[in-house]
Every structure is written in C-alpha cells, then in structure tokens.
C-alpha cells in the first residue's frame, strides 16, 4: 500500500497544485486565526490570573466592597475573629494621572501586615531615592512602582510623578520598585494611610485580604464572616474573585474563537470540493485501480490520507502563521484585540504546546472530514461503469437533499430558543451552524428550480451551461456551498455590525442631551468633582443649568462581578434610552425608583415592578425598579438612581461628570475654556456629545477591527472555493470542451460558457446566502448577542452595500471560473478527445 | 471539393524529420474514402491538420476553393462549425443534454432557431433509428447506440466534410460494420466528403477508396468502381 499511497494517491496533490495550495491554505488560515486568538487571550487570561493571584498573595480569603470602599472598622472586626491569622487592609485607587491618557491601579497597602499576606507587593526602597532607611516606605508622598509601569510611564526611582485627587494634581515621589510584581502588571504601591489621606479616602478601604488559622475550614470561615459584613461587602475566595473577573471577557473570546472555527470549516470545506473534483477526473484511474485488485478500504485510505497530507501541512503553516499574528497583534493592538478588556497588562507570547498540538490536530480532521464524502463516492462507484469514458457527471448528479432543509431550520429556530449554556450561547451558535447546512443543502434543488426560469433562452452558451447545471447540480453545490457559507456570514455580520453601529449611535445621541460633558476622571478613576467645583462651574457665564452624575459598584451578591451605580437626575426615566414598558409608583411615600440595565435584568432576573435591594452605604435600601434601559457600555450590568436619592442615602456630594447645557447664545468653545480656566487644565476633560460620539464609534470599529479581518477571509476562501472549483471542473471536463472545439466552438466562446456557469452558480449561491445570512443576523442580534453580552439592538439593512456587495461577488465569481478554466482552454482539443490520457 | 496538395507534417521534439511529406488527396462531392496505415504513422494527426486542430508544416488545403491553412484559430472554429461534422472513437456525448439536445447542439452553434433546430434533430435521429429514444439521458445508452447518435450530429447540420478517426473502434465487429455503412450512407445522402481512418480492412472496404498513409504520402491501395 505504501508505494501505491506514495504514487496513486500523495502524487496526485502535485498534480493539481493550485486547488492543493488553495485547500492548504485555507486550513492555514483557520488554524493560525484560531491559535492566534487562543494565544492572544491566553497569554492576557494568563497574566490577568496572574496579576489576581499575585494581589491575593497568599489570601485564604478576600473581603470586597465598592469600589468607593467601606468604613475600616469593618477591618478591625476581622482582624480580631478567632479564625483569622493575618488580616491586611487594602486600598485600591485607579489614580487618573493628569495630563497622561492611561490610568495607574495604586495599591496603599499597610505594610507590616501586608508582609504576611502578600509578599509580592511588598516595595523595595531604591538607593538613588533621596530618602532611605527602614520608615522611607511610609512617606506620605512615596509612591513604588512596578517594572512594567515604570516601563509604561518612564519614569524613574526619585523623579516624581503627579496622580489626580479630586480636580487636583498631587505630585508623588517615585521611592523605588515592587520587583515582585514581574514584568507583566503595571501597578504603583503606596502606604495605606498616606493613600486615604492623597485620596480624600480617610477610614476607607476597598479590600482585606486574609489568611486563616491553620486547621480552619475555609468554607466554615467565610461563611461565618460573611455574617459581620455590612451590606454590599462580600466575602470571597481568591478563585472564585479571579473566575468573576475572566468570565467578563469569555462572551468575548467565545466570539473570536467561533469566527476563527468558521474559518477552519471553510478550508475542510474546499479539501472537500478539490477532493471531489479529483476524484472524477481520476474516475477512471481509479476504477483500473479497483480493476487491477486494490480493495474499497485501500482505497478510501488512499484517499482520506491526501485529505490528511494536506489538512497536517496546512496545520503546521497555520502554527507558524498565528505565533506571527499574534507577536504582530502584540505589538499593535494589545492582548485583548482591541476591546478593553485587558488594560494594564502586558503580557508575554510564549509557545504553547497544548494548544498548538490541538490546532494542528484540528488541522488535520478538516482535511480528513473534507476528504470523507469524495472518498465514499469513490468507493462505491462501479468500477466496470466508470472505465467507459464520459461519466464523470455522475459524480455531480448527487442525490439532492432538499427535505432535510425544512428539517433544519427547524432544529435551528427550536434551539434559538434555549438559555445560554455557563454564560457561553452555545445553542446559538449550533442554530447558525444549522441555518448554514440547511441553505447548503438546499442549493442543489434551487439551482435546478432557477435554472427552469432560464428555459426561454436562445443563447447557445447559456443553453449549454444552463443544461449543465440542471443535469449536474452537485456541481453548482461544490463551486456554490463555499460561495453560500461566505455570503451567509459576510451578511449576517454585516447585518449585526450596521445594526449594532446604528444603535450605538442612537443610544449616544440619548445619552449625551446636553451641551458639554465635563469628566473629572473616565471610569470613575481617581477625579471628581467637589461641591464647591460643581457650584463653581455652575456659576461660570454661559451655563444654563448643570447635571452632575456619580458612579459607584455595588456587589449584590457572592455569585457575580459587581454592577455599576449610577446616580444622576433621571426625570423619572425620561432622560434614560429605556426600552419596553416602564412603570411609576403610585404613592409618593413608595420606594425609590431605580432603572436598571438590559445585563442587569437578565444577569440578575429582575424585571419591571419588582423590588430591588441595592446595598448603598452598607445597609440594604429597597428600590423599585421603575424601567429598564439599553447600556452597551456595561455588560455586567447598571442601575441607575435618581441623584438626590443617592446624596440623601450616602452624604456623597461629589460628582465624577458633569452634564452642562448653555445658555443661549453662549459659545461652546468660550465655556470650555472658561471651565478650564477655572479647574485647571490637567484634571479635567471637555468634551462636546459629537467628540464623544465619535471617539465611541472610533473604538466600537477598532472593536469590530478583527471581525472585519476575518470576514474578508471568508470571503476570499469563498471565491478560493468558486476557482479551485472551477478549475478541477473544466479539467475533469476536458474532453468535453474538446469535442465543443471539434463542433467549433471558439477558445473565447468555451471561457464565456465557463463564465456563464460561474455567473450563475455564484449568483444563486449569493442569493441563498444572502437569505440565509439574514436569518443568521436575526439570530446573532437576537440570540448570541443578547446572551453573551446582554443587549438588544435595532436590526437595521445595509441594503445598498448588500447589493453591491453581492453584485460584485458574481462579478467575482464569473471572473474567477473563467481565469481558472482558461487552463483547460489552453489544452489541445486533439489531445482532450482521444479515448485515453 | 477537398483538395490537399505537399501536406508535410512533423511535431516539435519529434524523431527529427517529419511524421509525413507530400500528403495529397481529392474528393469530389459525395465521395468517400477509408484511410489506413500502422499505429502512429501520422492518421489522427492528418484528420486533425484538415480540421484546422493542428498547424500544417508545409501544403495547402482547399474546401471547395478556399484556402485553410491560413485561416486563424477563430475562423477554423467558425468554419469547422458550418462545414465540418466529426465522429469520434470515444463517442462524447454529452451526459447532461438529452440524446435529442446533442444532436441539435451543432444547429444551436449555427443559431438556427429551437423549434427548427429540434425538428431537424429528430429527423436526422429518425434517419439513425433512435427517434425512440429522443428525450433518454445518454447514460442509458449502448455503445453502438451512442454512435449512431454521433453520426446524427455530425450531419445533422448537413456539413461539407466528414470526418471519422476510427468510429468503429469501440464496437464489436458485427455492430461496427452496421455503424459505418449507416455513416457511409449518411454522408453520400447529404452530397458530403468522407473520410474515415480505420484499423478495420473490412470497414474501409466499405468506402469508395482506400488509401494507405506512410512517411512519404498517401498511396492508393485498392480502387473500386
Ligand atoms: N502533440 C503531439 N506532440 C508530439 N508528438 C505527437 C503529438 N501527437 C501525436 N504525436 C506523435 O505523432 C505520431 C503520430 O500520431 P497519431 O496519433 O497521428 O498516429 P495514428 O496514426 O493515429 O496512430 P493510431 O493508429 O495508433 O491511432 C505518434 O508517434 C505520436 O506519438
Ligand atoms: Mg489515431
């Protein structure tokens, strides 16, 4: 068998080289796509755990609380139960740095206790800073840093650098480094006092991490602390905060990992169409083959392992390409491809076997899976048949299916209606992949119904390749199925891409009424804005009226990653993008009213009427949820509370932004710099709804960046697919072109009968992709979007670059049949009509 | 009506001297002539020469007055589409049109509307004894059958010239003498020219000549009245 392996069926893959090259390939890319974004998120998941598990330290336990922290009292409590053997207070600051883009986590940490729970954030004073000695670290104004964020900042041990409090610059001495914290983590560690006190943070903390006794059973322990802690203070284990944090990108990396999977389908789908080609030109090599004694089994291995052969080589380029890809993603967009979620971080690629192994081995099942039905149809063929000539049509007459379709998308829209698996819409996804086989498997009997509508014409071309289709539809389903997978995907996306863009953008426009947009610190950093700056703003010439807003996290429960507060003025809902029905309470003296977020809803499963309790300064306070409101910024979920309510629960004044509307007449840009003039020009920023408004859909298309990427892939797999199709069919139908030449038909008139195929092969693929990429949208807006990140959007057509697009593909399509064929044009009609070669 | 005259021919990495020289021939209207020789002395390729598929080295070749051999690829196509009608050994019928679309299909390349084209298409196939199996897939046919749909379309669009490499060579002999005298009588019906290239010295017996090619030209072998 090997020699045969070796001559019959391996040498073969040299013989048609561009149809191999292409399949090759095409599985290259999906390995590599897949890999590279398993690496990418690795290596950040990786460096993320890392990062968390270096913050634990050696914790047994973490107690949480918002972020605007908790009274330290609660720490002294801790510290003295029985249980615990080290307690250590921790105070986390995203500190704003005033004049700089990025942001720095501050840990103040207090440093005798911090020594036994986390050693690795423990700071090393540097020699070249002005003061040393045993106490230099609990200077008030001395702040470490990591490596990666003195790399980041460049910066070094005794200059100083200035973090933001409030809407004031203070500036910090750099005392030395956390040489711990590794080359990954940018993070700056300061004395805890010092950091309440820089922060206007006095008896607050964020987090005590603690170590228990030896013998103390965790769960025993956490459960009876739990039992002190004030509302909205949470006692978790190390695990379980880290799991809370990654689960917020897995919709995400989901996401990628499935386009990239689709890819690696693409290319297993043209090892089919070359293989199935192949195998009718070699019809009657084989049937002599089948002749001369080598058995169906032989030969169906013969041919799984031409499949395998190039499904292994095309794996182990894709290893190479994606430890390309994901260096060049790296250094250019960042270890979360460009969505955010990662910030801080810098991780390192390094290779993974097990990953890699995998791809490669996935690699090859594409082209073993592609391989399986030609090597089947080989099989069975009646070798006697097959060694008289001109047959090989049979091979393409292929039983059509189209009662399976109906079947289908069936399966397809019962399984739109099943609840995501562990946050993942697995059913989602299996959904497209069944709306994907049922429009495949419909192809066949479209082509032959739309060829009828062709009867009429005269055309002696069209005649021919309308014939030809209708007669061998199986043909229209090799060189059309790749066109229809990548129409369908193409245009789901694109439905899903323009739908979320536009909502995007309308949900901007009802977010941003006002006039100017003051913000002490984005993502509620480090700024704010004190009573006395928001009067002074107020009073400045030009302002009407002022809204301020304030943001906190609240934890509602052990389970899941905390929501964001949000208080402003609401006028009871009217300012708020609400979606569906909304209520009002009926008696004055009712709970407050609160307005939650689609995530929220679904996250938490509350709805509209009921009562929600929200731990707001540590007590339970009871609201009444009043509506609910489209946020794409927060997949983890909002609550939104009128802002006296939250002033009157907290005694917090302050403001993280400022909404400003202008008095008549008054000139944008004059007020902004009169506010500038008055806070200072470092510590806050101004921005105007359309700056805003653009910088959003600027990251909402860096987001969708990769996405496109792997769309234009499809699509070029696609038409790899109409040519390599066309190409292996007008050399399996050389010898009819060669009796065509005998009747006298010109080389120009058999290239146009090719483009004429290609023309309407392609253009009922694109429109049964087209179709089914509808319906794909329908369910990626509707199902996969709405249970990975919890928002719904507007289905909105981009009609008219649909119709070009599709216009284009024909055009596309046409051309690609009629270059690859010119091949087979090029042979001699002599030697195509004479009985052997 | 064909006249060839000092045909010379000879391939490119060849055995250095041509395959054959001083190939000439005549036919009137209506005649046809049997071709014989031994494998590869050059038979195919002289059917493929007048057909305009391969380029002659030296020689003329005339239908009916007009010179071929410097008609470009084009107008040997269109021409081969009028004037030319052609049966192979391998048959080529085409598996994806009924028996009765491939006996129209070279009336389609004239243009001649569908409903005359159609008509002419089962007339001839009433003449070859198959308007039974008009509408039928050719992949239900026999061998036999499926030349005598060759030699349907190859006059059903009443060509000048016929011609046949080896038409009976996949057919048993019985059947390949029945196939050839109806090809034979096809073509004297139509007032064409006939040449066949055969193994078979019983088929060539068939034709109104035989010659012999070699090396050095065309050779008549037997004459007959
Ligand atoms: N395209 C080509 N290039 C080079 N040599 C060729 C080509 N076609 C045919 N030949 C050679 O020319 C010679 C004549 O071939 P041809 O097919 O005309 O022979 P033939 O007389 O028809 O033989 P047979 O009776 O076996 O069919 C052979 O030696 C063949 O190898
Ligand atoms: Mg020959």
Known sequence: MSAALRHVFLASLRRRRLATALSLFAIALGVALGLAVQLIHGAALDEFGRGMRLLAGEADLQVFGPRAGFDDAVYAEIAAQAEVADASPVLEIDARLPGRDISLRIFGIDMFRAAHVHPALMPQVDTAARETGPLAALAADALFLSPAARTALGIAPGEMLAVQSGTHALPLRIAGTVPAAGLGQELGVMDIAAAQLLFGRIGRIS??????????????????????????????????????????????????????????????????????????????????????????????????????????????????????????????????????????????????????????????????????????????????????????????????????????????????????????????????????????????????????????????????????????????????????????????????????????????????????????????????????????????????????????????????????????????????????????????????????????????????????????????????????????????????????????????????????????????????????????????????????????????????????????????????????????????????FGMLRHLGLTRGEIGRLLTVEGALTAAVGTAVGMVAGGAIALVLVEVINRQSFHWSMDIRLPLAGLVIFAGALVLLAALAARLSGHQAMRQSAVLAVREDW | MLDIVGLTKGYEGGAGHPLFTGVSLHLERGECIAIMGESGVGKSTLLNCIAGLEPVDEGSIRLAGAELTTLDDNAFARLRRQHYGFVFQAFHILPHLTVVQNVALPLWLLDRPGREAENLARAMLDRVGLLARADDWPRHLSGGELQRIAIARALVHRPTLVLADEPTGNLDPERAIGVLDLLLECIRDAGAVGIIVTHSRAAAARADRILRLSAHGLDTEVSRP
């Open chain 1, 207 to 736: 987090r005590i991490d603690l170590r228990l006794k030896s013998g103390i059973d965790r769960d025993a322990a956490r459960r009876s602390l739990a039992a002190l802690l004030p509302a909205g203070v949470e006692v978790l284990t190390p695990e379980t905060a880290e799991a809370q944090t990654s689960a917020l990108s897995q919709a995400y990396r989901v996401n990628l990992t499935m386009l990239a999977i689709i890819a690696l389908l693409t290319g297993g789908f043209l090892v089919f169409s070359t293989q199935l080609l192949a195998v009718a030109r070699r019809r009657q090599e084989l049937a002599f083959l089948r002749a001369l004694g080598l058995d169906r089994a032989a030969l169906i291995r013969g041919l799984l392992a031409e499949g395998a052969v190039v499904g292994l080589t095309g794996g182990l380029l894709g290893i190479v390409l994606a430890y390309g890809l994901a260096g060049l993603a790296f250094n250019y967009v960042g270890g979360d491809l460009g969505a955010g979620y990662f910030r801080g971080l810098r991780p390192a690629l390094r290779f993974d076997l097990r990953p890699s192994v995998a791809y490669v081995l996935l690699g090859v099942l594409a082209g073993v899976a592609g391989a399986w039905l030609p090597a089947r149809e080989a099989a069975r063929m009646n070798p006697a048949r097959a060694l008289r000539a001109g047959d090989e049509a049979e091979v393409f007459q292929s039983r059509p299916r189209a009662y399976l379709t109906p079947a289908c998308l069936a399966l397809a829209t019962l399984l739109c209606f099943l609840p995501p698996l562990g946050g993942v819409p697995i059913f989602g996804y299996a959904a497209v992949a069944f709306l994907l086989a049922g429009a495949v498997l419909a192809l066949p009997t479209l082509v032959q119904l739309s060829m009828g509508f062709l009867d009429g014409t005269r055309d002696v071309l069209w005649m021919l390749a309308r014939a030809r289709l209708a007669a061998a539809p199986g043909q229209a389903v090799v060189a059309a199925a790749g066109v229809v997978a990548s129409v369908a995907l193409a245009v789901a996306m694109a439905i899903m891409v323009s739908s979320f863009r536009h909502s995007v953008d309308g949900w901007l426009e009802s977010i941003l009424p006002a006039d100017l947009y003051l913000s002490a610190s984005p993502a509620a950093t480090s700024g704010f804005l004190a009573p006395e700056m928001q009067e002074q703003v107020a009073s400045l010439p030009g302002i009407a009226a002022i809204r301020p807003v304030r943001f906190d996290t609240l934890r509602l429960d052990t389970e899941r990653f905390p929501v964001t507060l949000i208080a402003r003025p609401v006028d009871g809902g009217a300012a708020l993008p609400l979606v569906g029905a909304t209520v009002t309470a009926d008696s004055p003296d009712a709970a407050p009213s609160a307005w939650i977020s689609e995530a929220m809803a679904d996250l938490f499963a509350v709805k509209v009427g009921d009562v929600l309790q929200l731990p707001i300064s540590g007590r339970r306070v009871a609201f009444h949820v009043a509506g609910i409101w489209r946020d794409y910024a927060r997949q983890h979920g909002a609550v939104v509370i009128e802002l006296a309510d939250y002033r009157a629960l907290t005694g917090d004044f302050n403001a993280n932004d400022l909404a400003i509307w202008l008095a008549d007449g008054a000139e944008p840009d004059t007020v902004a710099q009169a506010i500038r003039n008055a806070l200072g020009d470092d510590t806050i920023k101004i921005a105007s709804p359309g700056d805003i408004r653009a910088i959003s859909l600027a990251i909402f298309d860096r987001t969708f960046l990769v996405t496109y990427l792997m769309e234009a892939v499809a699509i070029l797999i696609g038409l790899f697919g109409v040519s390599t199709s066309f190409a292996g069919l007008a050399t399996a139908r050389r010898k009819e």
